[in-house]
């Protein structure tokens, strides 16, 4: 017996670019896939990994962007793989990208099984859950999403730094106020880290950091000017609209 899926909606983001079925409940596409696509450096030819992938939208965002290049969706929850396999048909991009079920955390006879052997990948995207267990919400989705255990974002590194080839690139998104956690967990396989804020408000602290960083690489840490999303008055910034409405890169895309 089929189980029946939960109810979804169509959602266009990136100003119409891709349309994207998702969970009407449970974590819903954001903000945070689009600034993660809009931060990757990767070029026509690459081959990308996007672990967490949810419905895929920065993944697709990226091959949206960039022609000739391949994507893995990664994603641990059947139906959202199921979700972003149906999405890459519906944006024209079936050829390029393709959506595995895999837990990041499977060993790396999994991730061989699944096509994705260990140092055969160019650009591995990451908007791992960041949230502290404490209080989870009653949704499944949303726990997957946001709830991170101890020591997740080591692992999730350690597991990039393998699929990456050397001078390999990760490319990630993670709460401001975790910077300590994310030069820990890339400190053992991955130098020329470079660093994006972004703030809410003119006057309020950032609320998220873009990281870049190369496998294997001894170039130092760089601080990038932030991406300012609103004005005092809580109008979203030109800056801001041209990077979450009509596909603008970010600073560290060029690097």
């Known amino acids: 017996m089929v189980a029946e899926r939960a109810p ?54 990226v091959a949206r962007r960039v022609v000739n290049l391949t994507v893995t969706l990664v994603e641990i929850d059947p139906a959202l793989a199921a979700l972003s396999r149906e999405n890459a048909a ?22 061989a099984a699944a096509g994705l052997a260990p140092g055969a990948t160019d650009h591995v995207l990451m908007n791992p859950p960041f949230n502290a267990p404490q209080n989870p919400s009653p949704d499944r989705g949303r726990r997957l999403a946001h709830s991170a255990a101890q020591g997740m974002l080591a692992q999730w590194a350690r597991v990039a730094s393998r699929l990456l ?18 030069l820990a967990a890339l400190a053992a396989d991955f130098g020329a880290v470079a660093i994006l804020p972004v703030y809410p408000t ?54």
């Open 202 to 255: 003119p006057d309020a602290p950032a609320i998220r950091l873009l990281v870049r960083a190369v496998k294997a690489s001894r170039a130092p840490l760089a601080l990038w000017p932030g991406l300012l999303l609103a004005d005092t008055a809580g109008k979203p910034t030109a800056e801001a609209e041209a990077v979450l409405r009509q596909g603008a890169l970010l600073a560290l895309a060029a690097l």
């Open 90 to 111: 519906r944006n024209a991009l079936g050829e390029r990208v393709r959506a595995v079920c895999l837990d990041v955390a499977a060993r790396p006879a999994a991730f």
């Open 8 to 61: 979804t909606s169509e959602d266009a983001v990136l100003g119409g670019r891709l349309v994207l079925r998702q969970p009407l409940t449970g974590h819903r596409v954001g903000h945070d896939a689009i600034l993660l696509a809009a931060a990757s450096s990767a070029r026509p030819r690459d081959r990308v990994v996007d672990l967490g992938a949810g419905v895929g939208a920065a993944g697709l965002a």
């Open 165 to 182: 080839r050397p001078a390999g690139v990760i490319t990630l998104i993670w709460r401001a106020d975790g910077l300590d956690a994310v």
